[in-house]
């Protein structure tokens, strides 16, 4: 049977999740796209709901299948592929560091937010703190991580002040235009490298409890970097500078 109608009540609230009101009030956020939503389920996810056209109804057995147009008015994407998850937002404790670590002070481009954790995954940072950013759950965000909302834990915490509290004890490494020439610096065994907003930069709070601050050397032409590029700079190479100095 396919469902057809938008008023079908898994259908609208599969839709729903596109608001940030209903992914809080449901702790479920979206996944989409045959690539995104199989990676989703290998990595352990609990997917709440599953929905498909027909041409993917045979790959993703037990899912409700819908009309492209009942998936279109669910689907977030300029160009849907076909398949949708409402899936559990994992339920992570804030607390301390294992390892080096990043936070996100303050972004508001869900693009960026999203790059950034995909990139963190990439690279080997596992724990990630948002204070006052865009959330990393939002349909745009999740689709920029390219997965990496799978395999990071993600932390938000309720202001700079408490994002400064958890992570007391752990250097933190500020990106910042005045700092030191980031090539130059060998950073400690573990750290938490801070990204602040596109705008106005980290806040105060976090700025006073920088134990380092360094900057991505550029050309004079150049007034800045988008912060995800910034943040993926860095990442790179302060693992590569920390490794080289331990050999």
């Known amino acids: 049977m396919i469902i057809e109608s938008r008023s079908n009540p898994k259908v609208k609230a599969m839709a729903a999740l596109k608001e940030k009101k209903f992914r809080r009030e449901r702790r479920e956020y979206l996944v989409e796209g045959a690539k995104m939503v199989s990676e989703c389920m290998a990595a352990g996810c609990s997917v709440t709901s599953l929905m498909c056209t027909e041409e993917y109804a045979e790959r993703f057995a037990g899912a409700a299948i819908v ?115 980031v090539f130059g610096f060998v950073p400690p065994k573990k750290f938490c490298l801070c990204i602040g907003s596109e705008g106005s930069g980290l806040s105060r709070i976090v700025r006073d409890a920088a134990a380092y601050t360094v900057s991505i050397p550029m050309r ?28």
């Open 67 to 181: 009309s492209r147009a009942v998936y279109e008015y669910m689907s977030d994407e300029r160009s849907p592929q076909g398949v949708i998850a409402s899936v559990a937002m994992p339920d992570f404790e804030l607390r301390p560091p294992e390892s080096s670590c990043i936070l996100l002070d303050g972004l508001q481009d869900p693009g960026n937010v999203g790059t950034i954790i995909r990139t963190a995954n990439a690279a080997g940072y596992g724990e990630i703190y948002l204070a006052g950013c865009a959330d990393p759950f939002s349909p745009k965000a999740v689709r920029a991580s390219m997965s990496g909302v799978f395999f990071t834990r993600i932390m938000t915490c309720a202001s700079p002040e408490e994002a400064a509290e958890v992570l007391q004890g752990t250097p933190l490494v500020c990106a910042d235009m005045d700092g030191a020439d």
């Open 220 to 247: 004079p032409t150049c007034e800045s970097l988008n912060a995800a590029v910034s943040a993926a700079v860095l990442m790179y190479l302060l693992k590569g500078a920390g490794s080289s100095a331990r050999q």
